[in-house]
Nanobody, 123 residues
Framework: QVQLVESGGGLVQAGDSLRLSCVAS????????MAWFRQAPGRDREFVAG????????YYGGSVKGRFTVSRDADNTSIYLQMNSLNASDTTVYYC????????????????WGQGTQVTVSS
């Protein structure tokens, strides 16, 4: 497995921006597809964004497309989620995930998860 540590969450106002970071270490950390998911209380974990191993391909969930951007460092061990135009519905815990191979949009496809970082958007 890969060890993942997220950071960057916090409390912001509606319309503000926030940038989340996730650092990977362990099993060939630089050779994993990585993704962001989020989970509100009582709801399933939702795919937010994913990025391929080489960073060439990015994928987004419908609710964040056009507002969020996923990227990764040249060393491939860190990914970021730039979140713009935040609104109250974006309030939840955000999780970083990693898997070998291609990006998938289901939680079951990922075998490594971070502890999560809380994002709260006040209106």
């Amino acid at each position: 497995q890969v060890q993942l540590v997220e950071s960057g969450g916090g409390l912001v106002q509606a319309g503000d921006s926030l940038r989340l970071s996730c650092v990977a270490s362990g099993r060939a950390a630089g050779r994993n597809a990585m993704a962001w998911f989020r989970q509100a209380p009582g709801r399933d974990r939702e795919f937010v964004a994913g990025i391929s191993v080489n960073g060439a391909m990015a994928y987004y969930g419908g609710s964040v497309k056009g507002r969020f951007t996923v990227s990764r460092d040249a060393d491939n061990t860190s990914i970021y989620l730039q979140m713009n135009s935040l609104n109250a519905s974006d309030t939840t815990v955000y999780y970083c995930a990693a898997r070998e191979g291609f990006v998938r949009q289901t939680t079951a496809a990922f075998d490594s998860w971070g502890q999560g970082t809380q994002v709260t958007v006040s209106s």
